[in-house]
């Protein structure tokens, strides 16, 4: 009776392996949910973890926001992106057979942890934390929620894949909300050359520390990014201070001009430094911190200018 009672047990643990094992990578039950409306809506949401959604989310923010609040979520989204590329390359986890795969922008990316995941969870979360409003914390954990569940509809990641980013995406929110409060966020506060030179410090240590290479050029552009971001921001604050917007409705309308002129720019100047033999990895690092430097600098300038702002009393 003792050896059959082991052998059940072991039969028991083994087929609790296989059904976890299924649950974590199978995406056969994905199938048979899909339909036009359904891909309509999951792509809206997937959509919402791709650069140009944050191309849109963090200009606006800053311009029509908290300043101060979104050069924070800025660099979140910055950390999050090199720490998700960074954990991409070290696990080198394939994602779903491409069977299943809906959305074809993921090229050859690895599958864990899943960015979207992560940086849906990450910058949702950080918001509803900044605003503290009960509606803003439904509606990130809406958001959020509906970004994770589009890419196992669309089949590029699995379970796993997205667990794995929820987790790693609350991790970094929490920890950068510590960060907030200690000695560094002392530094961020007040010290900005300083702070600006701890950044510039970390580019040839996360070059050392890259699990593969050739490194990823995230490295280089989503550094551009933050770095040029923070000193905008820094420049802005000392130039203007704060600011109110004389009307909003003309502000608004002012912005949306100003991400379509943006993503114009983008795109030529994508396109031309292309065409002078610069390579993608290049051609992000100034696409990405031009960005940063019309956010920050150019459009608040024109807004200053054209009297959309003018300084708070």
């Known amino acids: 009776m003792c050896l059959l009672g082991k052998l059940k047990a072991t039969e028991i643990r083994d087929r609790g392996k296989l059904h976890l094992e299924t649950f974590l990578h199978d995406l056969s039950w994905v199938l048979p949910l899909r339909n036009d409306t359904l891909t309509v809506i999951f792509n809206g949401f997937t959509f919402l973890g791709y650069l140009p959604f944050f191309l849109i989310l963090l200009p606006m923010g800053y311009w029509l926001g908290d300043k101060a609040m979104f050069t924070r979520l800025t660099m979140l989204v910055g950390i999050v992106a090199l720490s998700n590329s960074f954990l991409k390359d070290l696990f080198q986890d394939p994602r779903p057979d491409l069977m299943f795969a809906l959305d074809k922008r993921v090229g050859d990316s690895f599958g864990f942890p899943s960015g979207h995941a992560q940086i849906a969870v990450a910058t949702w979360m950080w918001i509803a934390f900044e605003l503290r409003r009960r509606w803003m914390w439904a509606l990130a954990a809406i958001v959020a929620g509906g970004v994770c569940l589009s890419r196992l509809y669309l089949g590029v990641h699995d379970v796993e894949d997205v667990l794995g980013g929820i987790l790693l995406g ?32 970390i580019i040839p240590v996360l070059h050392l520390a890259w699990p593969i290479n050739p490194v990823s050029g995230a490295v280089f552009s989503v550094s551009a990014m933050m770095i040029a971001w923070y000193a905008g921001h820094a420049w802005q604050q000392n130039q203007a201070g704060p600011e109110t917007h004389r009307n909003v409705v003309l502000s608004v309308m002012a912005s949306v001009f100003a991400i379509a002129v943006l993503f114009t720019i983008f795109k030529f100047m994508g396109e031309g430094l ?30 200053r200018a054209a009297r959309l702002t003018i300084a708070r009393t």
């Open 274 to 303: 292309a065409a002078l033999g610069l390579e993608k990895d290049t051609v992000s690092v100034a696409q990405l911190a031009f960005m940063s430097l019309y956010a920050t600098i150019i459009v608040p300038w024109l807004f």
């Open 170 to 201: 609350l991790a970094t929110m929490v920890a950068f909300a510590g960060f907030q409060g200690g000695t560094l966020g002392s530094i961020y506060r007040h010290q900005p050359a300083a702070y600006l030179i701890g950044m510039a410090a």
